[in-house]
């Protein structure tokens, strides 16, 4: 850059030749003629588009095999050291590597796609799922989370769910329109099937049942992405990326998905005290702007559940994501209604709810409330103890106990006195039932009438009477003093009379 000034200092200041310059510094004259005509050095400039001859006759097979690598998947596609393989064994390729990898660069870099920068009005909002592991009561697994972006203040809301369902999909819009406190007017979503029933043959999509429910609770308007385009809805999936790394490093542990919960929506709200680059105010204060353009909550909350009608089996079973959830046995072979949530499952009858259980996300398992069986066992006492939906049910050791008092006072009528107690807990709870249980045992009361007797006086706050006046439907025994003389007829009565042994029997 030295030599160049000081040669264009001497022609165009000093009024030098550029015959002469050129001798002085030993330069060619058209190198000279080319410093003079640019400030700076132009570097190298190409007249002419690249040839390549030797690769002309082959450049539509290679441009056909990175065609059809844009659908195969990115770890299986061609690289330009096979592409030059193949170019010598299936087509007779007589040239060199070098051209051929330099012709795939350039193929690459003129194919790769661009993209305009886009602008976002306040209210609007985009969302999307994704995945990361966390560890909810000692147990690793994965959570689905839902992430709402709103792209104008680049404020967020997420949330975890044990997966990617249709009442997750309710339930987090739910929580993220109480998160932001006003419903965004218009919410970008990829083309998932939680949403999108059929994508018709014009572009529009036909929604599902449940979305265009929740739809016409909030009022919002949709927008789906291009099929297989995640960059229409940029600012979701960068958001996805982001919980991920910095709400989820390291691996929460948590004792329930709840309390995970709790845990990303404060670090979503830790987010808004954030200035990103740009920006003069924090995402909090911008987020104040987007919140004036969404639409206000409805009075009323939306129930984010699937409903779907069911048939209860002959076992009081009902069937819900190929699990079995059970019912009182008095609701066998009707008609229901299942409402299933993400944490619970509730069955209705009418507009009676008759069980509600925790959700289970295994498959073909079936959950069991053991007081939806005690009406029936109580008419089929006999299989009390291969009942499967008390398999496994722990009460504490007190009915154990009463039950074996019951089997010694009762024989074979203890097992239904047994269902009698039980059957306490279809109106009690299991505590009340338990310490009414502990207070009979003590009293040496063993029954059923004395237990929920016992149990009626602990509720009433009474001391209970357990006398026979209090029960007039069983006979008064006659019970007479015992006088001492009475004794004295052991002693008057005739010895007893030994048995005769049998001489040839003893050894």
Not at 216 to 243: I, M, T
Not at 330 to 349: D, F, K, M, P, S
Not at 480 to 488: I, S, V
Request: hydrophobic share 40%; net charge positive.
């Amino acid at each position: 850059m030295e030599i160049y000034a000081r040669v264009r200092r001497a022609v165009l200041a000093e009024g030098k030749s550029r015959r002469a310059v050129a001798r002085e510094f030993g330069l060619a004259r058209k190198t000279v003629n080319k410093m003079l005509e640019f400030s700076l050095p132009p570097g190298y400039r190409r007249q002419k588009p690249v040839r390549r001859p030797r690769l002309a006759a082959w450049q539509g097979v290679i441009d056909a095999i990175l065609e059809e690598d844009k659908q195969r998947p990115k770890k299986q596609r061609h690289t330009a050291k096979r592409i030059f393989e193949r170019l010598k064994a299936e087509h007779a390729y007589p040239g060199g590597y070098t051209i051929v990898k330099d012709y795939v660069r350039q193929s690459r870099i003129s194919s790769q796609e661009m993209f305009v920068p886009l602008s976002h009005p306040p209210g609007e909002a985009q969302a999307d799922f994704g995945e990361a592991v966390v560890v909810i009561a000692g147990v690793e697994q994965t959570a689905h989370f839902m992430v709402f972006d709103l792209p104008h203040s680049d404020d967020c809301f997420v949330q975890a769910f044990p997966a990617e369902t249709t009442e997750a999909f309710l339930e987090g819009h739910v929580r993220s329109f109480q998160y932001f406190g006003a419903v965004p007017t218009r919410i970008l979503y990829d083309n998932t099937t939680l949403a999108v029933a059929r994508i018709l043959g014009d572009g529009e999509r036909q929604k599902t049942r449940a979305f265009s429910e929740l739809q016409s609770h909030y009022l919002f308007a949709e927008k789906f992405g291009r099929p297989g385009k995640g960059n229409d809805k940029g600012k979701a999936e960068n958001l996805v990326g982001y919980a991920r790394r910095n709400f989820m490093v390291p691996v929460p542990r948590a004792s329930s998905w709840e309390e995970l919960n709790a845990h990303l929506e404060a670090d979503c709200r830790r987010r808004r005290e954030r200035r990103l680059r740009g920006h003069t105010e924090t995402i909090g204060e911008r987020f104040q702007c987007d919140r004036a353009a969404m639409l206000p909550l409805s009075a009323v909350p939306y129930e984010p559940c699937e409903k779907i009608t069911a048939r209860v089996s002959s076992l009081a079973l009902v069937r819900y994501r190929t699990n079995d959830y059970s019912v009182p046995t008095a609701y066998g072979h009707r008609q229901v209604l299942v409402n299933g949530y993400v944490h619970r499952v509730e069955i209705v009858c009418g507009s009676e709810v008759i069980a509600s259980h925790p959700r289970s996300y295994d498959r073909e398992s079936a959950v069991y409330d053991p007081v939806h069986y005690l009406a029936l066992l109580e008419q089929k006492s006999r299989a009390l103890d291969q009942a499967a939906p008390l398999a496994g049910w722990a009460l504490p050791d007190c009915f154990s106990q009463l039950r074996r008092l019951l089997q010694a006072r009762l024989s074979k009528y203890a097992s239904r006195e047994y269902i009698q107690v039980l059957r306490l807990m279809e109106t009690f709870a299991l505590g009340e039932v338990t310490h009414a249980v502990e207070d009979a045992l003590r009293l040496g009361a063993i029954s059923f009438d004395a237990v929920r007797h016992v149990l009626l006086c602990r509720i009433e706050r009474r001391p209970p009477r357990l006398d026979l006046a209090n029960w007039p439907h069983l006979p008064l025994p006659t019970v007479r003093t015992t006088q001492a003389g009475d004794y004295m007829a052991l002693l008057s009565r005739p010895p007893a009379v030994p048995l005769p042994v049998n001489p040839e029997a003893a050894p």
